[in-house]
T-cell receptor
Framework: GIQVEQSPPDLILQEGANSTLRCNFSDSVNNLQWFHQNPWGQLINLFYIPSGTKQNGRLSATTVATERYSLLYISSSQTTDSGVYFCAVLNSGGGADGLTFGKGTHLIIQP | KAGVTQTPRYLIKTRGQQVTLSCSPISGHRSVSWYQQTPGQGLQFLFEYFSETQRNKGNFPGRFSGRQFSNSRSEMNVSTLELGDSALYLC?????????????FGPGTRLTVL
């Protein structure tokens, strides 16, 4: 099945810093989503971005489908940005396995 | 529009018992997918239901089953619980099945098996 790799696995930053999270995937995709998992476990939708670039406030994302990667940018980090960020994809080769998730990037923003 | 809801939020069971979890999708959404999250295996796809039919299934034993009702609400059942079934179970809803289709997740049910 499709492989999804996220980097870095852990990231510690000071408040106000910018960060870039990367997601590499091994095959063509119909769907790519970025999520932030809150402390209670719920996955919060950040972006639905199978290709192109989107921005939402301090967050933006870019997916280059032909090169099989996506980037999530967080600018002017706040402590509330802390948590785990997941990239998930749906393989366009059939999607029989649902979304495939990466292992996540654990982000800690220190005051 | 109300989001995806899951009940119960927390469950404690003992080995050998069975459990049923419930998921109500966003109004108008007809696809419900279930995922299991554990520290060791991460987030893994269990199965998807669309129009009351199982469309896709992940690599889980037959002890894991589900169903979908005509109002799109879904239940998943785990029989003969094992310690390794302790996990956060998440359901996701989307308007249709597969393809270019954003999924929205509920708050999850945290199951502990003793």
């Amino acid at each position: 099945g499709i492989q999804v790799e996220q980097s870095p696995p852990d990231l510690i930053l000071q408040e106000g810093a910018n960060s870039t999270l990367r997601c590499n995937f091994s095959d063509s995709v119909n769907n790519l989503q970025w999520f932030h998992q809150n402390p209670w476990g719920q996955l919060i939708n950040l972006f639905y971005i199978p290709s192109g670039t989107k921005q939402n406030g301090r967050l933006s994302a870019t997916t280059v489908a032909t090169e099989r990667y996506s980037l999530l940018y967080i600018s002017s980090s706040q402590t509330t940005d802390s948590g785990v960020y997941f990239c998930a994809v749906l393989n366009s080769g059939g999607g029989a396995d649902g979304l495939t998730f990466g292992k996540g990037t654990h982000l800690i923003i220190q005051p | 529009k109300a989001g995806v809801t899951q009940t119960p939020r927390y469950l404690i069971k003992t080995r050998g018992q069975q459990v049923t979890l419930s998921c109500s999708p966003i109004s108008g959404h007809r696809s419900v997918s279930w995922y299991q999250q554990t520290p060791g295996q991460g987030l893994q796809f269990l199965f998807e239901y669309f129009s009351e039919t199982q469309r896709n299934k992940g690599n889980f034993p037959g002890r894991f089953s589900g169903r979908q009702f005509s109002n799109s609400r879904s239940e998943m059942n785990v029989s003969t619980l094992e310690l390794g079934d302790s996990a956060l179970y998440l359901c996701a809803s989307s308007p249709i099945s597969g393809g270019y289709n954003e999924q929205f997740f509920g708050p999850g049910t945290r199951l502990t098996v003793l």
